[in-house]
Nanobody, 123 residues
């Protein structure tokens, strides 16, 4: 089992940057597939990015490709999301998720979730 705590959200102007972090408890963080998802008001939760437990494979949603970078530091039990060139449409609550078996983009299939961190991008 793993517990996840996100941080790093905030208010930023369009074109700016933020880095989100997700600290995981538990000794087996390095064996979990990890993902970032987001949910804007009135919208469904959507996939942002995911990373293999080795860190050697990453996948991004088309809407963030080239602007966001997902990474992980297994020694620090931490997942990151570097967000550059932010747009107002990136405004949402961002969640990190973990699963020991599933490595995909469907949020329903991830077993563990953080509480979320708010990202607001002003125009």
């Amino acid at each position: 089992q793993v517990q996840l705590v996100e941080s790093g959200g905030g208010l930023v102007q369009a074109g700016g940057s933020l880095r989100l972090s997700c600290l995981a408890s538990g000794r087996t963080f390095s064996s979990y597939f990890m993902g970032w998802f987001r949910q804007a008001p009135g919208k469904e939760r959507e996939f942002v990015a995911r990373i293999h437990w080795t860190g050697g494979s990453t996948v991004y949603a088309d809407s963030v490709k080239g602007r966001f970078t997902i990474s992980r530091d297994n020694a620090k039990h931490t997942l990151y999301l570097q967000m550059n060139t932010l747009k107002p449409e990136d405004t949402a609550v961002y969640y990190c998720a973990a699963d020991s078996v599933y490595y995909g983009s469907n949020w329903n299939d991830y077993a563990y979730w953080g509480q979320g961190t708010q990202v607001t991008v002003s125009s």
